[in-house]
């Protein structure tokens, strides 16, 4: 989904993370920076993207070729998906660095920044296929008892 359209991708994800929010820890999830230029909130992929990937995450996913294969087939996967406010701060880290950041503060940006949508994510000492494939699903569902679609005999009902 999120190589065919990761504006609708951003707005499951954002969606989804609203849905867990209460009047007391509601954040503006479609604030834009001072110039209006792009959005403070982006999607960040727990497993990276890049073809760089360091060596904590090629020994958690079971070598260099299983990591490569997990990259090709599950990175882009709405399961590897979620949303932060410092996608630059997290970049290749390591996952359970990713998950543990903190500002200069002590207060957490990872994935323990009190977003519901990361719960599960948090919950994990490993980010495997497996879970994202899990997760993947859980998030499918999700979406789809957020945003139900009627299929009737002739075709989607609108």
């Known amino acids: 989904m999120y190589e065919d359209n990761a504006d609708v991708t951003r707005f499951l994800l954002t969606s989804l993370a609203e849905r867990g ?17 792009y959005y403070i909130w982006t999607i960040e992929h727990i497993l990276p993207q ?3 990937l360091p060596d904590s995450w090629k020994t958690m996913l079971g070598g260099d070729a299983a990591a490569t294969e997990a990259q090709d087939s599950h990175v882009h996967q709405l399961g590897n998906l979620t949303i932060t406010g410092y996608n630059t701060s997290l970049g290749n880290k390591s996952f359970s660095e990713k998950k543990d950041r903190k500002d200069a503060n002590g207060n ?5 920044n009190g977003i519901r949508l990361n719960e599960d994510v948090v919950s994990e000492d490993e980010w495997t296929v497996a879970f994202i494939e899990k ?5 499918a569902e999700q979406v ?14 609108r």
Not at 27 to 33: E, K, N, V, Y
Not at 108 to 112: E, H, K, T
Not at 135 to 139: A, E, P
């Open 135 to 139: 997760r993947t699903l859980s998030l």
């Open 21 to 37: 929010m209460t009047k007391e820890t509601k954040q503006d999830l479609w604030a834009r920076d001072k110039k209006n230029s």
């Open 144 to 157: 789809l008892k957020a945003f139900p679609l009627a299929i009737s005999d002739q075709g989607l009902n």
């Open 108 to 112: 957490y940006i990872g994935y323990r």
């Open 50 to 52: 890049g073809k760089n």
